[in-house]
């Protein structure tokens, strides 16, 4: 429970000096919630970017090391086939091109996956929006309309929403922010 809601019991009114000290508090949590939310998504993009690295890294390393062994037995053996050891060399070349093509494919899927931090960015647009308007719920990630309002007022009004709406916001507004507080 806030102290604001607890001093208002008691019959005092929180003095401006509350009211500050606890929007500073839950605006720094806030902004510490977010920064781990943006972390955990990012750790996750850097995990998956650190496999196509590995990936291709691998390809690279295979190539290398099996190179010059295995080209020389396929070659050996095509000739050994019937084929002139000049084409028999090219076709283990033309082999070894395909297998690190389609492991350079599997590696470019893998980057393709990356993306922004979508849940970061759209929880920061909500505070955004909420800070320029703190009586109205943040917009819906769906685009459902929301039971408070919009930012610019849905009838016109600008941010004069009653309490009654605000409290329909549910735990959107952190408590204590604004003057009020939840129970």
Known sequence: ???????????????LGELVALATRDVSLLVRQEINLAKAELT????????????LAVAAGLGLC????VTIFLGELITWA????????????????VVAGLLALFAIRRFRRL??????????????????NPTAAPASPVG?????????????????????EANTAGSAVPAG?????QL
């Open 1 to 15: 429970m806030s102290t604001t809601a607890g001093n208002t019991r008691n019959g005092r009114e929180p003095s």
């Open 44 to 55: 996750r993009q850097a995990v998956s970017a650190a496999l196509g690295v590995a990936f």
């Open 66 to 69: 099996a190179l010059i062994a």
């Open 82 to 97: 019937g084929v002139e050891r000049f084409w028999s060399y090219l076709l283990t070349a033309a082999g070894y091109l």
């Open 115 to 132: 993306s922004p931090p979508e849940r970061t960015i759209q929880t920061v647009r909500d505070d955004i929006s909420w800070l320029r």
């Open 144 to 164: 459902t309309a929301s039971p408070a309002g919009t930012a610019s007022g849905a009838n016109g009004a600008s941010g004069a929403n009653t309490a009654a």
């Open 177 to 181: 922010v604004g003057g009020t507080a």
